[in-house]
């Protein structure tokens, strides 16, 4: 159990310290603010790479062996993690279309403007939250 607790530690020790070498912005109210932030197609993949290997490290670690707090974090890692692969996943797409302004005229008139707002709806309500679209 010691052991697993320590990887727990060590999981989320590195996340930290790799997430914030990321610079990633801060999610705006805004959606043009939000898509002109998206960094270059290297930050991307290696965004892609970090939330990737911390979902394959996450199941690794059985969160009834984790304290209250603990448990509470490692939720919160998923959640974020699953949407940090949704966005990227958006990412990719809108960068190989090398679009050379946003539009200003609602999210519907972006190239995949649906998906856009899904996300976005899922990021400042939760994640579970289905629009029927």
Not at 57 to 81: G, H, M, P, V
Request: overall charge negative.
């Amino acid at each position: 159990m010691q052991n697993r607790i320590n990887d727990w530690i060590s999981i989320s020790v590195q996340f930290e310290k790799d997430y914030k070498n990321l610079n990633l912005s801060q999610l705006q109210i805004g959606y043009v603010e939000n898509l002109k932030s998206i960094k270059s197609i290297d930050s991307i993949i290696d965004q892609e790479n970090l939330f990737k290997s911390l979902q394959k490290s996450l199941t690794q670690i059985d969160s009834e062996e984790l304290s209250e707090k603990e448990r509470l974090d490692y939720n919160l890692l998923q959640y974020e993690t699953k949407l940090n692969l949704e966005r990227i996943s958006l990412e990719k797409k809108i960068i190989t279309l090398e679009i050379d302004s946003i539009s200003t005229n609602g999210l519907s008139t972006v190239a995949n403007g649906k998906e856009w707002f899904a996300y976005f709806f899922k990021k400042w309500v939760d994640i579970e939250v289905t629009l029927g679209i």
